[in-house]
């Protein structure tokens, strides 16, 4: 994952205890509040690297100005912090951008990473690109979501938020809209989770194939192009097909392929046993922590948890628009103003996140409750980079009641 080590002390463990009644938020009522306080004139019809300028006497304040001020100075925060905490040098070079972009007409290109609104912009992108768009302008953008929310979410969503796993049925999948078969789940998320718990011992087997994909990965991470949305490697290597295989996938479209991977082959032979005995199995948010941090450690961090620092690569790619998950409605709705789109398409969102820009929201906050100070600073540490260059809070009240 690359290494972290001189950003730990900055980020390092630190409990605060905050009334959540005074965080910082820009709600519908945040964001009229600083329309309100930016001096700004009309907009440009897209994002310019300078500020509005000031509105006649009398004159009321573009609806689109304060967001693009917002716009402007996410920009210029995550290229300092950027610059500052050098981030590029401390990644793999992967193709995940490219997996994860949505093109539209414009061309509009967004980095939708997963558990941060992508399943909502993807079903607009398809809308968008059925339109018709006369003169359009051309945009990049990126979906971020603050790092404690998106974990909650991944937990409700693949761990079914701690109910026994044989739940998952075809009555489950058809009311979340999942598309992923239970064995499927079984192999990248629950196998694994019950090998990093304790329950089910990681074999020889299991631990040489994980190393071996592992190895693959770094390789293809450093020699590899993108050609025709394929990643072909530049430089003639010693591994089997099997590894090489599994690095690619991984390169591609996430390290969990190296998981899913090992799992699937080490566990062949038991995978029938291990069903019947452990196929209703349920699993605590600090056991889903505790997964992450061992992945992590394994080299083979799941995409649906990964850093979106890492995932959209934005220290390298300078997206114009960052928006955040948390009022994701209003920010989308100047983008795509922006790029030309008309009033009709705008993106619909479930999540309970909405309102919070920078503090994680209260209806995730007791996920955390009563966790090893340990595993906190852990989660924060991997976390960190997140936090720092998309302007998210990573203090956690005590005062939960």
């Given amino acids: 994952m690359g290494s972290h080590g001189a950003g730990k002390g900055r980020l390092g463990f630190v409990v605060l205890v905050l009334a959540l009644a005074v965080a910082l938020h820009f709600s519908r009522s945040g964001l009229r509040a600083l329309k309100e306080q930016v ?69 509009l290109l967004v980095c939708a990473p997963p558990k941060a609104g992508s399943t909502s912009w993807w079903a607009l992108n398809r809308r968008l690109s059925r339109g018709h768009v006369p003169n359009p302008r051309s945009a990049s953008a990126i979906l971020v979501r603050h790092p404690l929310s998106r974990l909650t979410s991944g937990y409700r969503d693949k761990f079914l938020d701690g109910a026994p796993v044989g739940v998952y049925d075809a ?4 009311r979340t809209g999942s598309r992923t078969s239970w064995l499927d789940r079984w192999h990248v998320f629950w196998l694994p989770a019950l090998i990093s718990s304790g329950r089910v011992a990681p074999t020889e087997e299991f631990l040489r194939l994980v190393r071996r994909d592992v190895q693959a990965f770094e390789f293809v991470s450093e020699n590899h192009v993108v050609q025709d949305d394929r990643v072909v490697v530049t430089k003639k290597h010693h591994f089997a097909e099997e590894g090489i295989s599994a690095g690619l996938s991984m390169v591609a479209k996430g390290r969990q392929f190296g998981l899913f991977d090992a799992t699937v082959v080490a566990y062949s032979s038991l995978n029938e046993s291990l069903v019947a005995k452990y196929g209703n199995s349920s699993f605590t948010f600090r056991e889903f922590l505790e997964f992450i941090v061992w992945s992590r450690d394994l080299g083979v961090l799941d995409g649906h948890w990964s850093p979106i620092a890492e995932l959209c690569a934005p220290c390298e790619k300078d997206y114009q628009y960052i928006l955040h998950l948390e ?6 709705g100047v983008l795509l103003r922006d790029v030309g789109y008309p009033e009709e398409f705008r993106i619909e969102t479930k999540h309970r996140t909405k309102g919070l820009t920078r503090t994680v929201h209260p209806d995730d ?5 009563g966790l090893p100070k340990r595993l906190l600073k852990e989660i924060l540490h991997i976390y960190e980079f997140d936090f720092d260059i998309f302007g998210y809070n990573a203090h956690i009240t005590e005062d939960f009641d």
């Fill in 171 to 174: 009555a489950w999948r058809t």
């Fill in 327 to 332: 009022t994701v409605e209003e920010e989308a």
């Fill in 365 to 369: 906050l007791h996920y955390y409750k």
């Fill in 39 to 107: 001096a700004g004139g009309a907009a440009s019809p897209s994002l310019s690297t300078s500020s509005p300028g000031p509105a006649a006497a009398g004159e009321p304040l573009d609806p689109t100005a304060a967001l693009h001020q917002l716009f402007l100075e996410r920009r210029t925060h995550l290229r300092d912090r950027c610059r500052h905490l050098n981030v590029t040098d401390q990644l793999h070079k992967t193709a995940w951008p490219d997996y994860l972009t949505a093109k539209a007409p414009g061309p």
